[in-house]
């Protein structure tokens, strides 16, 4: 493939939308609407409308899917900025068509996160009110204000991250990188570009097509992309690259050891009164489950990028074997330490922990998830072992399910979690959790602000690094 | 004094765990965006811009927003 045309084709994506995009748009807003009626609903009547609100209503259960489906889209979120910080350090150009893919996974998914925070505490403005005036005297002990410093860490460095090298592929896209080793179709300038001043809103590569073919990006994008660009100098390349890599250093260590493996579990792993809640193995099991849960969202909009866009060349076949690899592996470590989990607690447990392992090997939703990942690693592993069988198709429709049997084994391992306290505390407390309207309508609309986020995000900004690894190296030198 | 500390319930373990563990890699970062080479002031400057800037928007859009719905709901 052509160089021109590979940033011809990762630049269609800023083209005027389809139909189609407009009926995605439709769909995805009206999950949004309905969301937001169910959300206008529990705030007029207040969180008793979920059953949430007491302990009398929900056999003890206060926190449901809400923050089910919090530690689900943090899941999601964690794995996407791990891929991306891998491919630069560790040199997996496999993945580089994916990396911001995975990057903007990760920004989206950490909002959907916060947002389940903020749905949670019933009034919104406690977030601020109680969070903010809390949080200077809180931070020494409580992991709900640690939760808050490094999600809010966790965002400020995925967005930077995004911010620095997207500005680089800007450049590179607008005006060349300032020498004649620009990057692709800077070596063949012809039709494309003209200009290398800030401000203009003109794209070499993206022909336009729909914009009377002279380039001319809309008014929106261009002005993100000067705001991106404030202080752009050519030479700053070398340095921007290796900021990103020291970037990336960080996220990579800070990701899986002390977020998801950390902070996060630790609002839980700490709490002794809760036994299926408490114990160092919570770590590794929330780091597998959320490796897992982000390796299928990148495989799913990896798969609708390149279905909606013909990228077959630019996410090639290669990608998807890539990441299933890596799918497969975590999965398999989830399961193995749902095996450590159930005979440590089933052989000759404490009451309380063998009380909540009893309760959990009782539900249906819990083999439900177990299942559906089993499945997951059967056909995955299938497919390795028997290439033949091998389609980004049928990896996409599998991804699903992992997908899925996360969100169910974390709203039942906080539901169960609180339902089993030491003591049996809540025995005669009566009802028994189900999640309410508004708790589901949270999760499709969530999902719904991530397809409009997937949707709205390409026509602004590449979503595929239009620099490749040598475009940066002739640069450089 | 970690005694009393904890008898207090003030204890500091989120200060060494956070501050002293946790956020390692991100001193290391701003380490190696400040003194690795090649050098540049500006850059380095500007990455701690965005760091400053980025929660900074968040939060601020947050607190705008819970307003927002406060004025609407309560």
């Known amino acids: 493939m052509a160089e021109q045309s590979r940033e011809a084709l990762i630049l269609k994506t800023l083209g005027r939308p389809s139909p189609k995009f407009f009926l995605l748009l439709a769909v995805a807003g009206g999950a949004v609407a309905w969301f937001a009626y169910a959300w206008s609903f529990m705030l007029r009547y207040g969180m008793i409308t979920t059953g ?27 794995g996407g900025i791990i891929i991306s910080a891998a491919v630069r350090l560790f040199n997996l150009r496999t993945f580089m068509p994916v990396a911001r893919l995975a990057e903007l996974l990760t ?33 020494f002990s409580s992991p709900l204000a640690w939760d808050v410093l490094v999600i809010t860490l966790y965002f400020t460095l995925t967005a930077t991250y995004i911010a620095l090298t997207v500005r680089q592929d800007l450049q590179a896209i607008r005006g060349g990188m300032g020498n004649e080793a620009a ?20 794209v070499r590569g993206y022909t336009g097509g729909q914009y009377a073919g002279r380039g001319q990006l809309p008014a929106l ?22 900021m990103v890599w020291w970037l990336a250093l960080a996220v990579i260590i800070l990701a899986p050891l002390f977020l998801h493996g950390g902070v996060i579990p630790w609002l839980f792993a700490i709490l002794p009164s809760m036994p299926g809640w408490y114990g160092g193995l919570q770590g590794p099991t929330f780091l597998s489950i959320a490796l897992t849960s982000a390796l299928s969202g990148v495989i799913i909009i990896a798969y609708i990028f390149r279905r909606v866009y013909g990228w077959e060349d630019i996410i090639p076949d290669s990608v998807f074997k890539g990441l299933t ?16 989990g159930l005979v440590t607690g089933l052989y000759a447990a404490p009451v309380g922990v063998e009380a909540v392992t009893r309760a959990k090997v009782h539900s249906f939703s819990y083999w439900l998830a177990i299942g559906l990942v089993a499945v997951a690693v059967a056909y995955l592993g299938a497919q390795r072992l028997r290439p033949s069988l091998f389609s980004p198709h049928r990896t996409f429709v599998v991804a699903f399910l992992p997908l899925v049997a996360t969100l169910l084994e974390k709203s039942l391992f906080v539901v169960e979690g609180i339902m089993e306290p030491r003591f049996s505390l809540y025995r005669a407390v009566p009802g028994a959790y189900k999640p309410s309207w508004i708790e589901v309508s949270a999760i499709v609309g969530t999902i719904g602000l991530v397809v409009m986020f997937f949707a709205l995000v390409p026509k602004v900004i590449p979503v595929v690094e239009v620099t490749t690894d040598e475009d940066r190296r002739e640069h450089n030198a | 004094m970690l005694e009393s500390w904890l008898q207090r319930g003030q204890s500091p373990v989120g200060a060494w765990l956070i501050f002293g563990i946790v956020l390692l890699p991100v001193y290391a970062m701003l380490l190696g965006w400040f003194v690795g080479k090649p050098r540049n002031l500006r850059l380095a400057l500007m990455g701690v811009g965005y760091l400053i800037a980025i929660p900074t928007l968040l939060w ?6 819970v307003a927002l719905l406060g004025r609407l709901f309560f």
């Open chain 1, 52 to 78: 949430l609100a007491d302990w009398g209503s929900a056999g003890g259960v206060t926190w449901g899917m809400f923050i089910g489906g919090y530690i689900w889209w943090i899941g999601i979120a964690h």
């Open chain 1, 107 to 139: 920004l989206c998914a950490l909002s959907m996160a916060a947002l389940f925070i903020v749905l949670h505490l019933g009034r919104p403005d406690r977030m601020v009110v109680s969070i903010v005036r809390a949080f200077p005297r809180a931070i």
């Open chain 1, 183 to 202: 990057v692709g179709g800077g070596r063949a300038r012809g039709g494309y570009f003209s200009r290398s001043r800030l401000g203009s809103s003109t």
């Open chain 1, 221 to 242: 994008p261009a002005l993100v992309h000067r705001v991106l660009l404030t202080g752009y100098k050519p030479e700053e390349s070398k340095k921007v690259e290796r």
């Open chain 1, 325 to 340: 690899f890596f799918l497969i592996i975590f999965a398999m470590l989830f399961l193995w330490l749902q095996i450590q």
């Open chain 2, 60 to 65: 601020g859009g947050l607190a705008l927003f």
